[in-house]
């Protein structure tokens, strides 16, 4: 491994640890200071569109905010996050991590159904696996909650989201299609955003700024390490999220997935390093 891959490895640690730091500010909001989901997401949209707007220097592709299909996309990953959110309201964060993630199943499955894309006898063991592991960490019917429930609503919404986002990948640099996302996204959750807005004191200040900074920290290093070096060699570090979401649970939580969630998330990991692996 070169030192260029190195570091674009180091930067997807950094980046897949950012994330879940974004989501435990926002469950601190939601659970501790009885914010609004929808302020927060709303709040975390509008910092990530002011951060890349000053990464871009004002350079904007207006062309994209006239075409209904990027108004979909970011759609989707607004009610993504606003789901996701009112999940980490009640539940653990490790195990919404761990329902998230039939986000890329059903990524695969709709981009095989919408896209076209094919996939082999053994991606589709290894997607059935991963649907096991989503299963073991929800487990519906015995510990399902409606927390968990929306956390695999976020997870449908992401996965719809990623096939639109490979849908779209030829309209605009990957910076660009950020700055829309963030930008429609803030001004879909305008309205549900501001319905009820928290006293700004400092603690809510502070826990609205990291959520934001962190969250769109995270996704910006992600492009980067992605046009650094081919996502086939980094895509296995993104289920290093599951990692940092327990043990930021446990450190700032004192949360930890029972024995089924944990099984679950070892499960996730095993399948989604077996899908790259196939993808290769």
């Given at each position: 491994?070169?030192?260029?891959?190195?570091?674009?490895?180091?930067?997807m640690?950094?980046?897949?640890?950012?994330?879940p730091?974004?989501?435990?500010?926002?469950?601190?909001?939601?659970?501790?200071?009885?914010?609004?989901?929808?302020?927060?997401?709303?709040?975390?949209?509008?910092?990530?569109?002011?951060?890349?707007?000053?990464?871009?220097?004002g350079?904007?592709?207006?062309?994209?905010?006239?075409d209904?299909?990027?108004?979909?996309r970011?759609?989707?990953?607004?009610?993504?996050?606003?789901?996701?959110?009112?999940?980490?309201?009640?539940?653990d964060?490790?195990?919404?991590?761990g329902?998230?993630?039939?986000?890329?199943?059903?990524?695969?499955?709709?981009?095989?159904?919408?896209?076209?894309?094919?996939?082999?006898?053994?991606?589709?063991?290894?997607?059935?696996?991963?649907?096991c592991?989503?299963?073991?960490?929800?487990?519906?019917?015995f510990?399902?909650?409606?927390?968990l429930?929306?956390?695999?609503l976020?997870?449908?919404?992401?996965?719809?989201?990623?096939?639109?986002?490979?849908?779209?990948?030829?309209?605009?640099?990957?910076?660009?299609?950020?700055?829309?996302?963030?930008?429609?996204?803030?001004v879909?959750?305008?309205?549900?955003?501001?319905?009820?807005?928290?006293?700004?004191?400092?603690?809510?200040?502070?826990?609205?700024?990291?959520?934001?900074?962190?969250?769109?920290?995270?996704?910006?290093l992600?492009v980067?390490?992605?046009?650094?070096?081919?996502?086939?060699?980094?895509?296995?570090?993104?289920?290093?999220?599951?990692?940092?979401?327990?043990?930021?649970?446990l450190?700032?939580?004192?949360?930890?997935?029972?024995?089924?969630?944990?099984a679950?998330?070892?499960v996730?990991?095993?399948?989604?390093?077996?899908?790259?692996?196939m993808r290769r």
């Open positions: 491994m070169n030192r260029e891959t190195l570091g674009s490895v180091a930067l640690f950094v980046a897949m640890s950012l994330i730091l974004g989501d435990t500010a926002g469950k601190l909001l939601t659970g501790e200071h009885g914010v609004s989901a929808f302020f927060v997401a709303f709040s975390r949209f509008a910092v990530g569109a002011m951060m890349i707007a000053l990464i871009l220097g350079r904007v592709q207006w062309t994209l905010y006239r209904w299909r990027v108004w979909l970011a759609g989707l990953i607004a009610a993504g996050i606003a789901s996701i959110l009112t999940a980490l309201r009640t539940e964060i490790a195990t919404v991590f329902a998230f993630f039939v986000g890329p199943i059903f990524s695969y499955v709709l981009s095989v159904r919408l896209l076209g894309e094919r996939v082999t006898r053994l991606q589709s063991v290894f997607l059935a696996l991963g649907f592991g989503v299963l073991l960490v929800v487990q519906p019917g510990g399902m909650t409606p927390g429930g929306f956390a695999l976020a997870g449908l919404f992401y996965g719809a989201f990623l096939t639109a986002s490979r849908w779209l990948v030829h309209l605009a640099p990957p910076r660009q299609m950020m700055l829309s996302q963030t930008v429609l996204g803030t879909l959750l305008t309205p549900p955003g501001l319905v009820d807005v928290p006293a700004l004191t400092a603690p809510i200040l502070w826990l609205t700024l990291l959520s934001g900074v962190a969250s769109a920290s995270g996704n910006l992600l980067i390490a992605y046009r650094r070096t081919g996502a086939t060699v980094l895509a296995p570090f993104v289920y290093f999220q599951l990692i940092s979401a327990t043990v930021l649970g450190a700032v939580f004192g949360t930890f997935p029972d024995r089924l969630a944990l679950g998330l070892a996730l990991v095993v399948a989604g390093l077996g899908t790259v692996a």
